[in-house]
């Protein structure tokens, strides 16, 4: 059974840019979670999706946005970029819910934002 | 607002060595408490859940316990091999959460010695 799946792994944008990166969870979880990893932040909640709603957003900027499709696979874009964007971004996908249920995390998408 | 503390941040045990990492939260009112992995530049990696109902979890030489009247849990890591070194975070989704926002703490970096 596959992971759950991030693309592109690793991409450099200059500031001003936009970004989208892609999340495929694993088959058959219908939620789909981001979060942003910095070395002074920590994990931060991005925003979380279920079957194509967006249930929960985190203290982000409207420059942070995302989507869900029909068949679960998420994407999350961020405008305008800036150097404080640069982060490692993780998606976790959760079979209903992932109030009581476990998440499963992908290898993230490491942003370098110049 | 929900804060998760993990002391310490960083722990070096030689090979062999039975350890704890402690993990504390600031409100009792939770789902779920997980405990994750992550290896360096990589993703997170799901060890142990524990709904707020149960009182312990265990998986291989992982136990997981969980005092939610108190705010803490404990990860306990039998015979500690160097392959176990990694950052190990512990999050929980509070109760009044819609949409699996998880509070991570900051961390412990675990380095064991050969």
């Known amino acids: 059974k596959a992971g759950v799946t991030q693309t592109p792994r690793y991409l450099i944008k200059t500031r001003g840019q936009q970004v989208t990166l892609s999340c495929s969870p694993i088959s058959g979880h219908r939620s789909v979670s981001w979060y942003q990893q910095t070395p002074g932040q920590g994990l931060q909640f991005l925003f979380e999706?279920?079957?194509?709603?967006?249930?929960n957003k985190g203290n982000f900027p409207g420059r942070f946005s995302g989507r869900q499709f029909s068949n679960s696979r998420s994407e999350m874009n961020v405008s305008t970029l800036e150097l404080g964007d640069s982060a490692l971004y993780l998606c976790?996908?959760?079979?209903?819910?992932?109030?009581?249920?476990?998440?499963?995390f992908g290898e993230g998408s490491r942003l370098t934002v110049l | 607002k929900q804060e998760v503390t993990q002391i310490p941040a960083a722990l070096s045990v030689p090979e062999g060595e039975n350890l704890v990492l402690n993990c504390s939260f600031t409100d009792s009112a939770i789902y779920n408490l997980q405990w994750f992995r992550q290896d360096p530049g990589k993703g997170l990696t799901s060890l142990l859940l524990i709904q707020s109902s149960q009182r312990e979890q265990t998986s291989g030489r992982l136990n997981a316990s969980l005092d939610k009247s108190s705010g803490r849990s404990t990860l306990y890591i039998a015979a500690s091999q160097p392959g176990d070194s990694a950052t190990y975070l512990c999050a929980v989704i509070p109760l009044y959460n819609q949409g699996g926002k998880l509070i991570f703490g900051q961390g412990t970096e675990l380095s064991v010695k050969p």
């Open positions: 976790a996908s959760s079979l209903v819910t992932p109030n009581t249920g476990e998440l499963f």
């Open positions: 999706y279920f079957s194509e709603t967006q249930r």
